[in-house]
């Protein structure tokens, strides 16, 4: 196990009376790419921004290089590198004044990496960010984040506003960046598709709790979609270890982390009648849904 | 982080100190009444003008007797201050007690002077304009120059901004040779080209002498005014009467009034009720027989009447000041502060302190505020809790928006 | 680093303050022709008549020019920090909070105070040119508490600004407004001579709310 660069003890936050989570703990390992995914609502931004250093939890905290993230030093600021989400940037500047501006905060700025994503773009170097589309301005912000060389990388939903061309080069850039550079990153995403071409682990979140944290192929080997018919699915519910049983005019799809075989003698210790168990791999979007439900 | 928050709670406190006690005296305050009063040669005893309330028309009646008097018979019960009324029905006497009166005599010695305390306690640019006294024209003239004092008199070209040397040099002669103690304390003239003469300036040396100068015939005419032992000049402000019986009027340090008459500058005494130039106003309304002084002070309006010619006192009246109802700030303002006041044209800070009785309202507002926090769920703390224990409701509304 | 964001403030404010300084200028041109008008109509011995004795003040154009100044300059720095919370970028940084924080506001009240100080150098220069030091001496206690209204309204709308919730933009809008009145209280030429010292510190004063406002972003404070 990978020594872990940012640890999250005890989170709890919530907004007024409203709970967001109550104790909840995760690390992020070094040289890992970590996808945190979560339906809308679940608390994905509250964990960034407790993250970042703009929220202060009720209680709890999160050590980032072992500090504290509400209160970072200079020296750890400079090795996060920061997305933040709609990839906002001082769009009063132009793509040269702005690598120029951040140069002076980082010894080990990386001028190349910052231009040689930048000619991808096509764009005069005097062009304003502001009059930039999405896709190009999410290229800076990206370009601007490589060039910092930081040892963790925080991009708060990337994919937002993106389109697919755009998306594919940011992920294919981040990824080879990542895995070259033995760097650690965090993202979200709510387009869980570029999350599998990117991350090793996935951070699974639901109402107030961690479903799941675990490497994206541990997951996706293990967690499956069984299909059967069945006459009395009311049982099904009183099985623990099963995901979201749903059934339709007597068709049952349910998911699991067991094998097969332990699943059908699992069924028969609770007589639930089913006839032939068909098992199917999934998707990473597939298995978000099948952990989290569709609603 | 909790200093500046602390910053932000006091400059709020003293913000609401401000504009709360503002506010509550917008609403509540009510005017007092400025009765006139003026004394009565052919009553011998003030009489006045006043609403009232139950008939609800102006009255007009003797103060000593309450006798009333319609319009008509009003004018002739005071016939110096209606005086234009009466020559022009022809009812004025040819004489009232013993005196002729003709519109000229009446036109010579009737005058009004008014000082406020903000005349004297304003921001001024210390430059003086001195006019000739003895000018052939008949409309006094602009001088094409004006006078600073400073450790000597400079007489500057506005036109070219330049110190006219050769005529500074002329009258500073004459300053040394009278004894004239620079820097001056104050000069007081009235620089106006419309009036009937001019005076030039009584100027207080650094030494409470005062020095008369004037321009006459281009040349500098400076006289010591010989004061009376104790006379301390505090405040003087010129006049320049028709009938050229004085020259100035004189406050000093004892609150006492003087003129500085055209008797070889001797000073004459005016007995006035208790006057205190930084705060109260003064108004004299002269005519051939009587002065009449009125003074407006916080306590309400005094007035006497003295003998235009031997200035000895003859009668008094006061108007007090009504009451403003019951004041309710006492309960819950604990003080107030202000940066204007009608006594000053400077702007500074005035505190005004409000009862004790206050402190118990302080003291529970200090309570509320500790509950409050409580039911918040936030940190007790004291320095918000002794702020308002002092400062009451301005602490507590202060602290109430601005503590987290 | 602290260039680069003072590079930054610069780039955000560049437009207006040189706007500002030339509209300033164009008030002050305005200003001087109406003056050189009145100089051949009545000339300057009445003049000069009329501000000593009559309490008259030349300059009484330029009253709300250092207000609006100031205001503006705030807004155009710290809104585009706001809109989409641009401010997480300036905070994460490599430089403490602290430092972010009163660099920007400091370069805006430098910023202000370079155009304020050119502004009143060209009318003392102007004015030693007329007028005797006397008159000079009142004209500047007259200006005096104007320009400092627009530092303090300066002080006062980065704080609006940097403030994360509505409400408390609210409150400190109308604290900004009963505090700008002390800078106006009253038109009497000089009247501010005997407290101009602690006018002076107003904005002094002010200046570091801003910091308490982005305490409150810090921990996450919103509507």
Redesign the interface.
């Known amino acids: 196990m990978q020594q872990a660069i940012v640890e999250c003890k005890n989170l709890t936050h919530y907004y007024g009376k409203r709970c967001i989570y109550e104790n909840l703990n995760f690390e992020i390992p070094q040289g890992r790419i970590l996808g945190l995914l979560g339906k809308n609502g679940t608390g994905k931004t509250t964990t960034i921004n407790i993250l970042n250093g703009y929220l202060k939890p009720r209680s709890g905290e999160c050590l980032m290089f072992g500090e504290s993230s509400a209160n970072l030093s200079s020296e750890t600021k400079r090795k996060v590198g920061l997305l933040i989400e709609g990839h906002i940037q001082y769009s009063f500047m132009n793509i040269s004044e702005i690598e120029k501006f951040y140069s002076a905060f980082y010894p080990k700025w990386r001028k190349d990496a910052y231009y040689e994503l930048m000619k991808l773009l096509k764009i005069d170097p005097k062009q304003k960010i502001s009059r930039m589309s999405c896709g190009q301005r999410s290229q800076v912000a990206l370009g601007l984040i490589l060039a910092q060389d930081p040892e963790l990388l925080i991009l708060d939903d990337f994919s937002m506003g993106l389109d697919p061309g755009y998306r594919m080069l940011f992920v294919d850039y981040l990824s080879e960046y990542a895995k070259a550079e033995n760097k650690t990153v965090f993202v979200t995403s709510h387009i869980i598709q570029d999350m599998e071409r990117l991350i090793d682990d996935c951070l699974i979140m639901d109402y107030g709790r961690i479903v799941m944290q675990k490497p994206v192929t541990d997951l996706l080997e293990s967690f499956k979609r069984f299909k059967f018919n069945c006459e009395n699915p009311e049982a099904i519910n009183e099985i623990s270890d099963i995901y979201n049983p749903v059934t339709i005019k007597g068709n049952t799809e349910v998911y699991s982390l067991l094998a097969k075989e332990d699943l059908e003698s699992l069924m028969r210790k609770n007589n639930v009648m089913t006839n032939e168990i068909q098992e199917e791999s999934l998707s990473l979007e597939e298995a978000f849904i099948g952990l989290t439900g569709k609603y | ?1 909790k200093n ?2 602390y ?2 709670i006091v ?2 406190t003293m ?1 609401l100190a ?2 709360l006690p503002k506010s509550y005296h917008l609403v509540t305050d009510k005017a007092s009444p400025n009765i006139f009063t003026y004394y009565s040669s052919i009553d011998k005893a003030f009489c006045a003008i006043e609403f009232d309330d139950v008939k609800g028309h102006l009255i007009r009646k003797n103060v000593k007797t309450n006798k009333e008097y319609s319009e008509a018979e009003f004018d002739s019960i005071l016939p110096m201050f209606y005086s234009m009324q009466l020559f022009s029905d022809g009812r004025m006497p040819k004489s009232i007690n013993g005196k002729d009166i003709n519109p000229r005599v009446v036109n010579s010695k009737k005058f009004f002077f008014r000082v406020k305390p903000a005349d004297k306690n ?2 001024h ?5 001195l006019f000739e006294s003895m000018s052939k024209r008949v409309r006094i003239e ?1 001088p ?1 120059d ?1 006078f ?1 004092l400073t450790d000597r008199i400079e007489f ?1 070209n ?2 070219t ?1 330049e110190i006219n040397e050769e005529k500074s040099e002329l009258f500073n002669k004459q300053f040394i040779k009278k004894g004239f103690q620079f820097p001056a304390k104050m000069a007081a003239g009235n ?2 080209t419309r009036k009937a003469y001019e005076e030039g300036y009584f100027i207080v040396d650094n030494k409470d002498q005062i020095f008369h100068l004037k321009m006459v015939n281009a040349k500098p005419f400076l006289k010591k005014v010989p004061l009376p032992d104790g006379v301390v000049p505090n405040y003087l402000q010129t006049m320049e009467p028709d009938d050229r019986s004085f020259y100035a009027f004189v406050f000093d340090t004892n609150q006492e009034l003087h003129i500085i008459t055209t008797n070889a500058y001797s000073l004459q005494e005016i007995p006035m009720p208790e006057c205190d130039v930084d705060k109260d106003q003064l108004l004299i309304m002269a005519n051939p027989l009587y002065w009449n002084l009125n003074v407006v002070s916080g306590k309400g309006k005094e007035v006497w009447a003295i003998d235009a010619d031997t200035k000895e006192f003859v009668d008094k009246t006061s108007i007090v000041g009504v009451e403003q109802g019951v004041n309710y700030s006492k309960y819950f303002l604990p003080f107030s502060v202000g ?2 006041s009608g006594n000053t ?5 005035i505190f005004y302190f409000g009862s004790y009785l206050v402190l118990l309202s302080n003291l529970i507002l200090a309570l509320a505020f500790a509950m409050i926090i409580r039911y918040r769920k936030q940190k007790i703390q004291i320095l918000p809790v002794v702020w308002i224990s002092i400062t009451g409701i301005y602490g507590f509304i202060a602290s109430i ?2 503590n ?1 | 680093m602290t260039s680069a964001l003072l590079f930054k403030e610069w780039k955000k404010t560049k437009w207006f303050a040189i706007g500002a300084f030339a509209v300033g200028l164009a008030l002050l041109t305005y200003i001087f022709l109406k003056l050189g008008r009145s100089f051949r109509m009545v000339g300057l011995e009445h003049l000069w008549d009329v501000i000593v004795n009559r309490d008259q003040f030349l300059f009484r154009d330029v009253k709300y020019f250092p207000l609006a100044t100031g205001f503006c300059l705030a807004l155009a720095q710290f809104v585009p920090e706001m809109i989409q919370k641009r401010i997480k970028l300036s905070l994460h940084l490599p430089l403490s909070n602290r430092k972010i924080v009163f660099s920007m506001l400091g370069f805006g009240l430098l910023a202000l105070l370079s155009i304020f100080v050119l502004h009143l150098i060209v009318i003392l220069t102007f004015s030693v040119f007329y007028f005797p030091m006397e008159i000079i001496e009142s004209m500047v206690y007259t200006l005096l508490p104007w320009y400092v209204a627009g530092l303090t309204a300066y002080a006062f709308t980065s704080w609006i600004c940097l403030e994360p919730t509505w409400k408390r933009r609210i409150f400190n809008a109308l604290l900004m407004f009963a505090s700008l009145q002390l800078c106006f209280l009253s038109d009497f030429p000089a009247a501010y001579s005997l407290v101009v010292s602690v006018v002076l510190l107003i904005p002094l004063y002010v200046l570091p709310f801003g910091y308490f406002s982005v305490q409150r972003f810090k921990v996450g404070i919103q509507d």
């Open positions: 982080m500046i928050k910053l932000i400059l709020g913000i401000w504009l304003k921001p640019i210390p430059l003086y304009t602009m094409g004006v600073r500057i506005p036109e901004n620089p106006s940066f204007t044209r400077y702007i500074k800070p928006i601005f987290r």
